[in-house]
């Protein structure tokens, strides 16, 4: 009989994990989110949420400034583009580090203090980079317009591997593979694979063990002696990485940079996929991220038009009813949608989704547990 510990756990859940992110077009096609430009939204900010979770999920550090490091990545990458390769490797990789050592030196101011001050330094922070990059960096980051590529660029590896220019604009392309639709997604859903196993690893850890002990009583810690301080900022800077990773992916599917990545609202947003999802969850997180950016891209995308079509069948009076009662809800009230959601959430599954999945399975469970069989005579006379 096999013994069904943690990491067997693990290794189901990632198995099953990878089925989802492989079928996702198939999954998602019923309810109109099986194409690719949504799917690749759905697996970049999956991964924006995981890095998040590991700071606010493990250390219950929570920061409002996340965005700033999302902001960096995407700027990197798309510099990367104009001096060196379309190639989306160095990119990648470039971002990635950038954002982590940007979060290196915030971290090491912001996590001086805790709690509700440590929340509002972070969104401090983020709101100076985000009106730097708007104003005062404008060489740098082309400031309102957005940083874009131009057919000027210098490009230098693509030029010293012959690689030859068009008319037109490049594209981004991992060796000559596009990086634009079904190929684009699969790319960002193997990031998203391994950045959850990486999230696996972590949770799974001595280091995130450690994590979990400063969420719950950080004074005891230090009382003890333990400077939980190199571990708070390792969590801040594997998370600033994540974001910024996930800012690279999104120069990659779309290459330009704009401030507004950078703004608090974009914090505020992956808070709540992660409260949304489940925060301290494996899963929860990703959940979270596509739960609002189906909301986000779908929900609002009913206009009247397609209200009026959908209640057709009812009298012209009651269609018309229907279409201004439900036109409250969607298309450009889809946020009062994601608001009650939210709250009902908040209220009545603390945990999130994830919460509400544990319940549902725990149901079935003794649902289908079968009922202990009459041993004796007596206990068979009982049942009668």
Avoid at 53 to 72: D, E, K, P, Q, R
Avoid at 224 to 248: K, Q
Wanted: net charge positive.
């Amino acid at each position: 009989m096999i013994k069904f510990n943690v990491k067997n756990k693990d290794h189901m859940l990632l198995i099953g994990f990878v089925i989802a992110v492989a079928l996702a077009p198939m999954i998602f096609a019923p309810i109109g989110a099986g194409y690719p430009d949504l799917l690749q939204k759905f697996a970049i900010f999956g991964i924006f949420a995981i890095g998040f979770n590991i700071l606010f999920g493990l250390t219950g550090y929570l920061s409002f400034g996340h965005a700033a490091f999302l902001g960096v990545g995407s700027y990197t990458a798309v510099w990367t583009f104009k001096l060196l390769t379309m190639n989306i490797i160095p990119a990648l990789i470039l971002s990635t580090l950038f954002a982590g050592v940007f979060a290196l030196l915030i971290g090491f101011i912001v996590l001086r203090r805790s709690g509700i001050y440590f929340s509002i330094l972070t969104l401090a922070f983020a709101q100076m980079s985000y009106n730097l990059a708007y104003s005062v960096l404008t060489p740098i980051t082309n400031g309102e317009t957005g940083l874009q590529l131009t057919q000027g660029d210098a490009r230098v590896l693509d030029g010293l591997f012959g690689v030859t220019r068009g008319e037109a604009l490049p594209s981004t392309s991992l060796f000559g593979m596009s990086m634009s639709g079904w190929s684009g997604y699969y790319f960002c859903g193997v990031i998203l694979i391994i950045a959850f196993y990486i999230s696996i690893r972590i949770f799974r850890s001595p280091f995130g063990m450690m994590l979990r002990a400063v969420k719950s009583n950080q004074n005891r810690m230090s009382y003890t002696g333990l400077n939980t301080r190199p571990y708070t900022l390792a969590a801040f800077v594997i998370s600033g990485m994540f974001a910024g990773l996930a800012g690279g992916l999104m120069a990659i599917t779309d290459p330009l940079a704009g401030a507004e990545r950078m703004q608090w609202t974009a914090s505020g947003e992956v808070v709540l996929m992660t409260i949304l999802g489940g925060t301290g969850t494996l899963l929860g997180p990703v959940i979270g991220a596509g739960v609002i950016k189906y909301f986000e891209n779908i929900f609002s995308s009913f206009n009247e038009g397609i209200l009026m079509e959908a209640f057709s069948f009812l009298p012209e009076m009651l269609q018309h009813a229907l279409v201004s009662f439900t036109g409250l809800f969607v298309g450009e009230g889809w946020h009062l949608t994601l608001g009650a959601l939210f709250m009902v959430i908040v209220i009545f599954l603390p945990g999130g989704l994830m919460e509400g999945i544990a319940r549902i399975g725990n149901v079935i469970r003794r649902w289908r547990k079968p009922k202990p069989a009459a041993t004796t005579e007596a206990d068979a006379a009982v049942s009668e």
